[in-house]
């Protein structure tokens, strides 16, 4: 298991909010790849069931940067109750983790 790198997911409303999230993650050196796609959402929300489009984000970090970066996410996200789910990373190819190494801050904040 490559227990260095998480990838995070979230969702958003709209591209653009996905798009300044990602953006704000890449340029602060919190995440070293930010993949972005729009999904159909069904989920129950203060008593009704709700069915939407958002779009989904899928964030590239180190392990150590995770509570920095779900901070951040966090602070940014406009929703109310955001979906923030954390997978750990069982492969990756070493050229890959290397890359998301030096694409990313030295260390937490």
């Given at each position: 298991?490559?227990?260095?790198?998480v990838?995070?997911?979230t969702?958003l409303?709209?591209?653009d909010s996905?798009?300044r999230?990602?953006?704000?993650l890449v340029e602060?050196?919190?995440?070293?790849?930010?993949?972005?796609?729009?999904?159909?959402s069904?989920?129950q929300?203060q008593?009704?069931?709700?069915e939407?489009?958002?779009?989904?984000?899928l964030?590239k970090t180190r392990?150590?940067?995770?509570?920095?970066t779900v901070?951040?996410?966090?602070e940014?996200?406009?929703?109310?109750?955001?979906a923030?789910?954390v997978y750990g990373?069982e492969?990756?190819?070493p050229?890959y983790a290397?890359?998301?190494?030096?694409s990313?801050?030295?260390?937490p904040?």
């Amino acid at each position: 298991m490559d227990t260095e790198l998480v990838s995070i997911y979230t969702t958003l409303p709209d591209r653009d909010s996905a798009n300044r999230l990602g953006r704000t993650l890449v340029e602060e050196r919190l995440a070293a790849c930010i993949n972005t796609f729009p999904i159909g959402s069904i989920y129950q929300w203060q008593g009704k069931i709700e069915e939407t489009e958002e779009w989904a984000v899928l964030v590239k970090t180190r392990a150590d940067l995770q509570p920095d970066t779900v901070n951040r996410i966090r602070e940014l996200h406009p929703y109310e109750v955001p979906a923030v789910i954390v997978y750990g990373i069982e492969f990756s190819l070493p050229a890959y983790a290397e890359w998301v190494r030096a694409s990313t801050r030295e260390g937490p904040r």
